[in-house]
């Protein structure tokens, strides 16, 4: 029993007292301050510029005649690195100006490819246009749609606001206009400007690595592919969910299953701890990773190498926790059992067993757990799949927004999984202190009420009381 | 401690009517006998001898106490006596058979708490029969029976959890006499008690025992206990363990609380601490004088 502090005066309790707990209000307070710490520090980084936003998130974008790499609206830039960018294609601004005066207006280059140049050129104002809502997302080549633009800016009759056209690059347009009406005052395809125009100065406004993307951005991304349908025969997210429960579950279950039985016999008989437990000592210092390519060449592809990987990387630390805790059974409930009269085979099954249960279920939680870590390697081994396959393909496409919602998800089922088994032990151990720990909170009462059998079949999970009348009849 | 009032009486005296239950009490068949009991243990610094030479016996509803110093093997001669631990020489004789392992005719209550925490009060009662197989109402009707004389029925469907020290020790002893065992054999039970808790269930006890047919071998190390509850008192010396002296408790039963000051009572006591602690015979304080002031605080 804990010593509780109800009917003390909260306030005058210290917050910090060398192992003293703090009264409920104050444990639950910061039970949800712990995770809306990590949010707050998230959702500040997102959207506070002063806090880190080391890069330039391109508006306008950034390439130039003589750069192979090309920068592009919504590219990211370091903050050290734009204002080179600037500059150089202030210097090809100026040289294309001195060309203007010089006999060489086209800079020894051929008019096709001033052409095409100047296209490129116009089409630069797109997204900015489209983020102020004046061409469509779909027009972003309609170039007589951003020609009419070009007009407006320079006539003053097109104010942009989000983003602002810097001014500038307003000047830009202006110049750039004054050539373009000399030849069409509408888009003319057959009919395009021959002469250099300046290219727009790069815009763009500071933001964080393409990896971190901002809570909204993220609960979007989860919001859309939760609900959009997959492309094709891809499988759905919920799908891939179940996919990648199954391996998980599939494993953790198969070693349970081999692995809780030759752990009590090894806590229980010392014959078969030395048999058995040195070798699983060894094995279990061999990373499961490092046997994918094996287990795919003996399980072939699809799931079963993988819920091999998740198997072997959980049997042998399973045996290892199980043998162990059965060791740790009270030897005098065994001295008391045998001088009541039990024979090895029911110290075994009605003392042993019985008498790790609540222990053993904890090793399990903890294992399951354990099984989660092994899921991504699984997954990635053999044909990818699950929630992993996705992760790995959206990454591959930095469509990082895409990938912190199913990271998010498999530590919600992980965490909830194993909330709901820690509450539901004192349901199925009722003897325990949090038995009647867990009888006193309310909705664990509803559950014991509702399945009266779940109570009944705890206490009787034992394979003996064949006859019911023997059983007490709960008050 | 000084020798004042135990000077007085000779715990050897007995009144008539003691030495008629004493006479009364060695007519009784032998439940229990020990004989020759030896036990060495293997240690990386060679062999200890635990236990030397004991022999004793124990009559039918008699009620012996084991008492010694620390180290002196009570509990290796109770766990060898539960067959817990095997002899190394001599034998122990159950009804005159040789006793080999542990056996639901010999019931144990531990010092630390046994109680099957998994199992209710009254399936706690009913785990012996059960093991020899017996099933159906009659077993549980009888589990009722035991957990009535120690006076629990309001607790047969509660967990060992929710009892108190007390009360679990009190199961302990229903669920080893359930299977009615020729001998009690109980292991300071009352040990991990407090003092008030502990003196109520010396009085259970002897009530329980004063109902039954039943013989109780008890382990303790408080002469108070001792001298309480026993009819004969063995006590054991240490290293190696062996029968000191083997005390007839002048004490009339039945045994009452405020019968601790009366002489015969102390003078038994008396005895035993001279057996246990020869050493601090006559002695006063052992630790030097040393005297601690606070400032400010002169008493003069």
Partial sequence: MRFSHRGTKDSREPWFGVRRDLSAKRSSILSLVSFALPLAIWAGVSYLPFLWHPDIRLQISADREDVATVYIAGDRVSKGFFPQITSAVRDQNASIEAQWKSDDPLGGSTESAVRRSNKKILRHLAPVLISNGVIDEGQSKDDAAIYRAWKDIAEGTLDLDSPELAGENITIVQQNWKSMRSVSETYDSDNSISRPLLSLIPQGKSANPDYLPSPDQVVAAGVKIFTQPPEGDRPSMLQRVGHSMRIVFGGFFLAALIGVPVGVLCGTYSFFSKLVEPFTDFFRYMPAPTFSTLLVAIFLANDAPKIALVFVGTFFQLVLVVSNTTRRLDLPLLEAAQTLGANQMQLLMRVVIPGILPNLYNDLRILLGWAWTWLVIAELIGVKSGLTEFIETQGRFRNFDMVYPVIILIGLIGFFTDQILALLRGVVFPYTDEGSAASANPVIKALLFLPRWFKDAAEQRLPHLPDKSTHPTRA | ?300
Wanted: hydrophobic share 40%; aromatic share 8%; net charge negative.
């Fill in chain 2, 1 to 300: 401690m000084k020798p004042s009032l135990p000077d007085a009486i000779d715990y050897r005296e007995q009144s008539p009517e003691v030495q008629e239950r004493f006479s009364r009490l060695k007519e009784r068949p032998v439940v229990l006998s020990v004989e020759g009991l030896g036990k060495t243990f293997p240690t990386p610094g060679g062999e200890v001898t635990a236990l030397k030479g004991v022999d004793f016996e124990v009559f039918r509803r008699e009620f012996m106490c084991v008492i010694g110093p620390s180290g002196c093997g009570k509990s290796t001669l109770i766990r060898i006596l539960a067959g817990l631990e095997t002899e190394s020489g001599g034998q122990v004789l159950l009804d005159g058979n040789p006793v080999a392992g542990p056996g639901p005719d010999r019931g144990m209550v531990f010092q630390s708490y046994t109680l099957f925490p998994w199992l209710t009060v009254k399936q706690n009662v009913m785990f012996g029969p059960k093991m020899e197989g017996k099933s159906g109402s009659s077993v549980e009707g009888e589990a009722r029976q035991w957990i009535d004389l120690v006076g629990l029925s309001q607790f047969e469907n509660s967990y060992p959890h929710q009892l108190s020290g007390g009360m679990k020790q009190r199961v302990a002893i229903a669920r080893a006499l359930a299977n009615r065992p020729r001998i009690l054999l109980m292991d300071e039970p009352f040990g991990a008690l407090d003092a008030q808790t502990r003196a109520q269930m010396q009085s259970y006890l002897l009530q329980i025992w004063r109902n039954l047919d039943i013989t109780i071998l008890f382990i303790t190390h408080d002469l108070d206990e001792a001298v309480f509850l026993a009819d004969r008192i063995l006590v054991l010396k240490a290293n190696p363990g062996e029968v000191d002296e083997i005390i007839e408790v002048p004490v009339p039963r039945p045994r009452r609380l405020d019968q601790s000051i009366e002489p015969e009572f102390i003078a038994t006591k008396h005895r035993i601490n001279q057996l246990i602690h020869p050493e601090s015979e006559g002695k006063e304080d052992t630790l030097p004088f040393a005297r601690m002031t606070v400032e400010g605080d002169d008493v003069e």
